[in-house]
């Protein structure tokens, strides 16, 4: 089993930043790709981002070339720098790892505000 745990999350102006991060514990070693997801209310999980241990990146379209994410393999975590942010990225945002089985863990979520 993997334990997550994200901070970060708040209120933000549109137009500033924020750092997201994610910490990793646990059955770690078999963890291969971690990233962020987001949930609006009253709509679906969607993709932020996804990394790989070789720091191969993945974005969501609504993210790409705001948003980057970035991992700390010997500290076991992965972060998300928001950059610009709308009001639209308004969301609790997820962070999620994987095995190389494809099991899948979960954090409990930070809450992220953008005010215009």
């Known amino acids: 089993q993997v334990q997550l745990v994200e901070s970060g999350g708040g209120l933000v102006q549109a137009g500033g930043s924020l750092r997201l991060s994610c910490v990793a514990s646990?059955?770690?070693?078999?963890?291969?790709?971690m990233g962020w997801y987001r949930q609006a209310p009253g709509k679906q999980r969607e993709l932020v981002a996804t990394i790989t241990p070789s720091g191969f990146t993945r974005y969501g379209d609504s993210v790409k070339g705001r948003f980057t994410i970035s991992r700390d393999n010997a500290k076991n975590t992965v972060n998300l720098q928001m950059a610009s942010p709308k009001p639209e990225d308004t969301a609790v945002y997820y962070c999620k790892g994987e095995y190389y089985n494809g099991m899948g863990f979960w954090g409990k979520g930070t809450l992220v505000t953008v005010s215009s």
């Open positions: 646990g059955d770690i070693l078999r963890i291969n790709t």
